[in-house]
């Protein structure tokens, strides 16, 4: 059985030791109180469930108000470095998720919560949480746990459970890593949700709405009122050649269907299906090969949802389920996949849409979709701005991810 991480850092060589989580407590483990929630300019804040799937610790902002009596805020007794665990989960896998108090203040906690309070002079309160995490201690927690309606586990089952624990100085060091990690998630998270509103703001300045003829906000030295067009008149609106599932393929040239679409616009990966070489080249001599600057639309479903082709490499699209707009010398692509995404648009697909069980836009809706064009070099200009918002939307997205890849390689190799 290992007794230390492959990666720590430098100067610390020791074992770990291995103790059950009573002998790091400096009380028993305890419920806190039945929710009685109070007013928002109440200064108790209720310690709820649900701030225990907060990636870092436990945020002060996102409590609610509690209205309890000096008694029992005195009772619950809750301090800076409590540890706090879920005792019930729909899921086994799910027991005992744990966070950690590092704010001080005037708190009581749920009672559907188990409280730890470690040894401060030997224990680190964030190591403890992120350990009580290790895949070893939560199938401790699991195998412990009974299960009816819901997973459940007790103070005793957990004091029971063991883990390893570096020295406290070691304990710190760890701690302050993975902080540091939590704070650049949360600093591109938070920088990444600033630029989607100031980017939805803009689209709901810089496109006509209410009648106008020009936008609110547009650039200097464009004065002219703009063209309401249908965008048939604009462009070519397509539609792919039928692809049969039991022609999809494991590789060859990629086939987008609305999911691809939809997953690309959010940022995600899903699974791919492709055609072969043969297929594309067959289809493709009927209905044309989609090319850079051309627009995919989603028909069904999440219906309006964009995709702009980003080259020339061959790519082939699903008949009904994507709409396929044709770059044209009459509109900037990023001007219109802009558009697409623009407040303006979709309230405009609600006045049309036929919706039931799902909701449908034809290849006919799309080419008389009214849409207003200002002269091409402002939808230029208008483009690339977007099209640069979008670049640094996908710069933070992308850093939140590779933080949040890195915090998981650690935390699978700096314990035990």
């Given at each position: 059985m290992k007794k230390a991480p492959k990666i720590r850092f430098d100067g610390y060589t020791e074992d770990w030791e291995q103790c059950?989580?009573?002998?790091?407590?400096?009380?028993?483990?305890?419920?806190?109180?039945?929710?009685?929630?109070?007013?928002e300019d109440s200064n108790v804040k209720h310690i709820n469930v649900i701030n225990m799937y907060t990636f870092d610790k436990i945020?002060?902002?996102?409590?609610?108000?509690?209205?309890y009596d000096e008694k029992t805020i005195q009772k619950c007794n809750v301090e800076v470095g409590d540890i706090f665990m879920t005792r019930s989960s729909l899921k086994p896998e799910g027991i005992a998720e744990a966070n950690v108090l590092l704010d001080s203040g005037r708190y009581v906690f749920d009672d559907h919560l188990i409280r730890m309070k470690v040894d401060k002079s030997k224990y680190d309160p964030m190591f403890v949480k992120i350990n009580l995490g290790n895949r070893m201690i939560k199938m401790q927690f699991m195998m412990r746990s009974k299960t009816t309606a819901f997973t459940t586990i007790g103070q005793e089952d957990i004091s029971e459970c063991e883990g390893k624990f570096p020295c406290i100085e070691e304990q710190k060091k760890i701690s302050e890593y993975f902080q540091n990690i939590d704070h650049?998630?949360?600093?591109?998270?938070?920088?990444?949700?600033?630029?989607?509103?100031?980017?939805?703001?803009?689209?709901s300045k810089m496109f006509p709405q209410n009648g106008a003829k020009v936008p609110e906000i547009r650039f200097e030295d464009f004065t002219e009122d703009w063209e309401q067009r249908k965008l048939g008149e604009i462009t070519d609106i397509l539609s792919?050649?039928?692809?049969?599932?039991?022609?999809?393929?494991?590789?060859?040239?990629?086939?987008?269907?609305?999911?691809?679409?939809?997953?690309?616009?959010?940022?995600?990966?899903?699974?791919?299906?492709?055609?072969?070489?043969?297929?594309?080249?067959?289809?493709?001599?009927?209905?044309?090969?989609?090319q850079q600057g051309d627009i995919f639309i989603t028909g069904g479903g999440s219906i309006g949802t964009p995709y702009i082709v980003p080259n020339n490499e061959p790519l082939y699209s699903k008949d009904a389920d994507l709409i396929w707009v044709k770059k044209s010398e009459k509109h900037d692509p990023f001007y219109l996949y802009s558009y697409f995404v623009s407040p303006a648009f979709r309230e405009y697909l609600l006045s049309i849409s036929h919706v039931g069980t799902i909701a449908h836009y034809t290849i006919e809706q799309v080419k008389n979709t009214p849409i207003f064009f200002p002269h091409l070099d402002e939808q230029r200009k208008m483009g690339q701005y977007f099209k640069e918002l979008d670049h640094l939307i996908t710069l933070h997205q992308r850093k939140v991810e590779t933080y949040k890849k890195m915090k998981q390689y650690m935390l699978r190799n700096m314990f035990v």
């Open positions: 059950k989580l009573s002998a790091i407590i400096t009380e028993k483990l305890s419920n806190g109180v039945i929710n009685k929630f109070g007013t945020h002060i902002e996102d409590l609610a108000s509690s209205s650049l998630i949360t600093l591109h998270q938070k920088e990444c949700e600033k630029m989607l509103d100031f980017k939805k703001y803009m689209l792919a050649s039928r692809v049969h599932k039991e022609e999809w393929k494991t590789e060859g040239v990629p086939f987008f269907r609305s999911s691809d679409v939809m997953a690309a616009f959010k940022g995600r990966s899903n699974d791919k299906v492709f055609i072969s070489q043969e297929l594309f080249e067959k289809l493709s001599a009927i209905s044309g090969k989609p």
